[in-house]
């Protein structure tokens, strides 16, 4: 890498953009970008316009040699990058609305990671990322790809296994338990250190310290006050939580508290709320303050989305890989026997230490015996269902479905699949192959 780096932005007319120009003017002078590529599809040309101008407003407003530059040329955004980030939505929010109410016609979950609405969502964001990866190995095959494309883990794990790119995946949930932990104990996250184990969207926190005392038993007692705008706010079940040992990421309630969250799900459809039509909302809100030419900073209102700090997450990781740091984040890398239930090959949660080589997990100290099985269970099916979004097979999507915790019918499971696979059609081509 020289000292002038370019960073392309795969989905750059994201609502998210701002704070990622926020860190790389904040980190410049130890991570210094010259040129950032905003690249998005036709669809998103509005958007993508509107985020670009407000970016490069917010470089001028910097002083700073650093050019944003707007395309919907994959490629040559691609080209000549030392780094890549993904942030997309294959299928924009009206396929997240689709993930999130047809599995509730049928009983199930709707929500957009998770069962049977996150599998819709990787079966249509694998090959759209293993495209774009063949075009990085193609035009910049020494380029970092950091991916925080949803669902991240099984993502990763897709080009991890299909493809010869150096790619991290990351998720917002690590961060923002920082910095609850920072604003609850009001101290700097530099004194704060968690051990994180499991999977994306489904790890525990089995360790933390501050200054190197364990604040973990005290936590124990108060674990409700950890949860997120986008998930229901159900209390934890205090006696489990408890027998853990351990605070769960709140995307587990989907699991500790399955039949209320379906209930919460049928509930909200009843009333016509739609976590898609809230985000939806949202992000024309923020895209009409994005607009205004006087604003020349992140608004504040952007740490309304259920994914801030993302970025955030992102530009540190580059950071650290270009300084060679050996700081610890917690990251979506390869298992390599950390966890030595799971293959080799899996994606997994966990803290890594980040040098110029990349992101090498560090041993856990303590995974829950009560969490083993689960962890398993769920890694089967990603596993299943990265491979059916490389072979478009409807058999194999099927057990994936059915191999999944959440899901309590193969039958269920079978119409349920064959609905959502018609409604994505568009989305789907390797699905509906012309025989």
């Given at each position: 890498m020289?000292?002038?780096?370019?960073?392309?932005?795969?989905g750059?007319g994201?609502?998210?953009t701002?704070?990622?120009?926020?860190?790389?003017?904040?980190?410049?002078?130890?991570?210094?970008?010259?040129?950032?590529?905003?690249?998005?599809?036709?669809e998103?040309?509005?958007?993508?316009a509107?985020?670009?101008?407000?970016?490069q407003?917010m470089?001028?407003?910097?002083?700073?040699?650093?050019?944003?530059?707007?395309?919907?040329?994959?490629?040559?955004?691609?080209?000549?990058?030392?780094?890549?980030?993904?942030?997309?939505?294959?299928?924009?929010?009206?396929?997240r609305g689709w993930?999130e109410?047809?599995?509730?016609?049928?009983?199930?979950?709707?929500?957009e990671?998770?069962?049977?609405?996150?599998?819709?969502?990787a079966?249509?964001?694998?090959?759209?990322?293993?495209?774009?990866?063949?075009?990085?190995?193609?035009?910049?095959?020494?380029?970092?790809l950091?991916?925080?494309?949803?669902?991240?883990?099984?993502?990763?794990?897709?080009?991890?296994?299909?493809?010869?790119?150096?790619?991290?995946?990351?998720?917002n949930?690590?961060?923002?338990?920082?910095?609850?932990?920072?604003?609850?104990?009001?101290?700097?996250?530099?004194?704060?250190?968690?051990?994180?184990?499991?999977?994306?969207?489904l790890h525990?926190?089995?360790?933390?310290?501050?200054?190197?005392?364990?604040?973990?038993?005290?936590?124990?007692?108060?674990?409700?006050?950890?949860?997120?705008?986008?998930?229901?706010?159900?209390?934890?079940?205090d006696r489990?939580?408890?027998?853990l040992?351990?605070?769960?990421?709140?995307?587990?309630?989907?699991?500790y508290?399955?039949?209320e969250?379906?209930?919460?799900?049928?509930?909200a459809?009843?009333?016509?709320?739609?976590?898609?039509?809230?985000?939806?909302?949202?992000e024309?809100?923020?895209?009409?303050?994005?607009?205004?030419?006087?604003?020349?900073?992140?608004?504040?209102q952007?740490?309304?989305?259920?994914?801030?700090?993302?970025s955030?997450a992102?530009?540190?990781?580059?950071?650290?890989i270009?300084?060679?740091?050996?700081?610890?984040?917690?990251?979506?890398?390869?298992?390599?026997?950390?966890?030595?239930?799971?293959?080799?090959d899996?994606a997994?949660?966990?803290?890594?230490?980040?040098?110029?080589?990349?992101?090498?997990p560090?041993p856990?100290?303590?995974?829950?015996?009560?969490?083993?099985g689960l962890i398993?269970?769920?890694?089967?099916?990603?596993?299943?269902?990265?491979?059916?979004?490389v072979?478009?097979?409807k058999?194999?999507a099927?057990?994936?479905?059915?191999?999944?915790?959440?899901?309590?019918?193969?039958?269920?499971?079978?119409?349920?699949?064959?609905?959502?696979?018609?409604?994505?059609?568009?989305?789907l081509?390797?699905?509906?192959?012309?025989?």
């Open positions: 020289g000292n002038g780096l370019k960073v392309a932005v795969i750059g994201s609502s998210y701002p704070e990622l120009i926020e860190g790389f003017i904040a980190r410049h002078e130890s991570f210094p970008v010259s040129k950032i590529v905003l690249a998005d599809i036709p998103g040309r509005h958007k993508l509107i985020v670009g101008a407000l970016a407003r470089v001028e407003k910097s002083g700073l040699p650093i050019s944003v530059e707007l395309t919907l040329d994959r490629r040559a955004a691609l080209a000549g990058a030392d780094f890549v980030s993904t942030q997309m939505r294959v299928g924009l929010l009206e396929a993930d109410s047809i599995p509730v016609k049928y009983g199930m979950l709707g929500q990671t998770t069962g049977a609405g996150g599998m819709m969502k079966l249509r964001t694998i090959p759209v990322l293993l495209d774009i990866c063949k075009d990085m190995e193609e035009l910049c095959p020494d380029a970092w950091l991916n925080f494309t949803n669902p991240a883990g099984m993502v990763t794990e897709a080009i991890l296994k299909h493809s010869s790119v150096r790619s991290i995946g990351l998720c949930s690590p961060i923002a338990a920082y910095k609850w932990l920072s604003s609850l104990y009001h101290v700097p996250i530099d004194r704060i250190y968690c051990e994180f184990a499991g999977l994306n969207h525990w926190i089995s360790r933390i310290e501050i200054d190197g005392e364990s604040k973990l038993e005290e936590l124990l007692d108060r674990q409700s006050s950890y949860s997120a705008s986008n998930v229901p706010q159900l209390a934890w079940n489990l939580v408890r027998e040992g351990a605070i769960p990421s709140y995307y587990l309630k989907y699991f508290l399955h039949r969250m379906v209930e919460e799900g049928k509930a459809a009843a009333r016509g709320d739609n976590r898609a039509e809230t985000v939806k909302r949202l024309e809100e923020l895209f009409e303050i994005y607009k205004q030419p006087e604003l020349a900073e992140k608004p504040k952007l740490e309304q989305r259920g994914g801030a700090y993302y955030e992102a530009v540190k990781l580059m950071h650290s270009y300084n060679n740091t050996g700081d610890i984040q917690t990251l979506n890398v390869r298992n390599d026997g950390i966890l030595d239930f799971l293959p080799d899996a997994i949660e966990v803290n890594c230490v980040v040098t110029g080589d990349g992101a090498a560090v856990v100290k303590r995974v829950p015996e009560g969490t083993k398993h269970a769920v890694k089967t099916y990603e596993s299943l269902a990265i491979e059916a979004a072979t478009g097979s058999e194999k099927l057990l994936a479905l059915a191999s999944h915790p959440l899901t309590d019918s193969a039958n269920v499971a079978e119409a349920l699949l064959e609905e959502m696979l018609e409604r994505n059609r568009a989305y081509p390797q699905f509906f192959k012309v025989k």
